[in-house]
């Protein structure tokens, strides 16, 4: 079988090196792939939201399966095109894409649903989302509707705040078109958690559970990223509450999609806020997320080829069962100076190689590029050093012994990574 995985980030990374591992795939193509990638597969300098040219690429390459990893070329509709086109792929449609694609939409379907959510108002003029604000009670969340890279939301403690955040996403457009509309919504009190599954259309296959670490400092300071760390099990998705979001959120939603003749076929990611009342939704993604994919396949067993074909040619997937190693995983990010705002690149990455080499340890690529044999950065978010093992303190002490082989101008990282399931925080 020939794959094609689509899309240049450490999740992109994770699966590839996944998918290299099943005795199904005999060629994995990347589009555009990174430095790491290219060690395991061939990269095609093709934009992963350049969907013409993807499949062109998909029918010369004679590909069988598929998978796109970001969320942009799903919400511009490439499953409906390869799908058009004959072509295998791994995704949702563009319709059930929406669920991420505009958090006004999502929040609507969730109020249809029943499913348990904060209470919002959803504004396209700023006039009334400031006048929303003068009356609402605090704290508040600021969103804009579209995707925005994970930058896009905004926490507020008081008024001011909640005006600076309207004038940044309407006002000066710093997200621009995604920020057309804005969803505000009560600040939520609790911990969050990342539950993600596969579905085809009616059969849910839960994933091992994962928390991810937004913030770029120790301590959740700083500003929002699109992760910093993340680490599976979460400790706060015991069992009891792995049925509730189950039967609370997932089924309610993969039901309510085929009910509107949308179905949900591919990869659901509930972001959950555990509260003392239960579980509430803080945004669905379409896909996986990043960086919990990395943790989430360093523990997977099975093999994750079958799963994906099967819900790509629209099959039932009820047989398939996944196993997960029973010990945890941890990934650390390792960013880029400034990031998430403004950073360097092409700046020259070494270690990589003595951290790979540590046992139990995987250096997953997501902003880098190779030049003249050299590995240089070219993202904010540069690698995801992970780490499985049999306990989490010893995991941890580990991933960050790797993490500290690593260097590049500027790097930082957070050293807090599961700080919460380290201390019973649950």
């Known amino acids: ?45 093709i934009a992963a939201d350049d969907i013409n040219a993807l499949v062109d690429l998909a029918k010369v390459k004679g590909i069988d399966l598929s998978i796109v990893g970001p969320e942009v070329p799903l919400t511009k509709g490439i499953v409906n095109t390869f799908e058009d086109q004959g072509l295998s792929i791994f995704g949702p449609s563009m319709e059930a894409a929406r669920l991420e694609g505009s958090k006004a939409f999502s929040k609507q379907i969730m109020q249809e649903l029943n499913i348990p959510t904060s209470s919002f108002g959803i504004f ?41 955040a309207i004038e940044k996403i309407m006002g000066k457009k710093t997200f621009g078109s995604a920020g057309d509309t804005v969803v505000i919504e009560e600040r939520l009190e609790g911990q969050e958690a990342s539950f993600i599954a596969v579905c085809d259309g009616e059969t849910i ?16 300071q700083g500003p929002n990223t699109g992760g910093m760390g993340a680490y599976s099990p979460a400790p706060v998705v015991d069992q009891g509450m792995h049925e509730r979001i189950m039967n609370e959120v997932i089924r309610p939603l993969v039901l309510g999609m085929k009910k509107r003749n949308t179905p949900y076929r591919g990869i659901i990611y509930a972001g959950i806020m555990v509260t003392n009342k239960g579980p509430s939704v803080l945004e669905f993604n379409v896909r996986l997320g990043d960086p919990e994919t990395q943790p989430l396949l360093m523990r997977l067993k099975s093999d994750i080829v079958p799963v994906m074909k099967a819900v790509a040619d629209k099959k039932d997937i009820s047989r398939i069962k996944l196993d997960w190693e029973k010990g945890p995983s941890v990934c650390v ?4 100076g400034g990031y998430p705002g403004t950073y360097e690149k092409s700046l020259p990455i070494s270690g990589i190689d003595r951290a790979d080499n540590m046992g139990n340890i995987k250096v997953f690529h997501a902003g880098t590029a190779s030049r003249d044999g050299r590995i240089l950065t070219s993202g904010g978010r540069v690698l995801g050093v992970t780490a499985v093992g049999d306990d989490l303190e010893s995991t941890l002490k580990r991933v960050y012994q790797a993490v500290e082989t690593i260097s590049f101008d500027g790097m930082f990282y957070r050293k807090d990574i599961a700080h919460r399931a380290i201390k019973g925080q649950i």
């Open 124 to 164: 396209h003029d700023i006039k009334e989302a400031r006048a929303f604000i003068a009356a609402a009670p605090f704290p508040l969340v600021v969103k804009a509707d579209g995707l925005a890279a994970g930058k896009g939301v905004i926490v507020t403690k008081n008024k001011d705040e909640a005006y600076d």
């Open 333 to 336: 990010v390792l960013a880029s």
């Open 205 to 220: 296959i839960p994933l091992a559970s994962s928390q991810d670490h937004k913030r770029a400092l120790d301590n959740d």
């Open 1 to 45: 079988m020939k794959t094609l995985v689509i899309g240049s980030g450490g999740r992109e990374h994770a699966l590839v090196w996944k998918i290299a591992q099943s005795p199904l795939v005999d060629e994995i193509f990347c589009a555009p792939g990174n430095a790491g990638m290219e060690q395991m597969a061939t990269c095609v300098d």
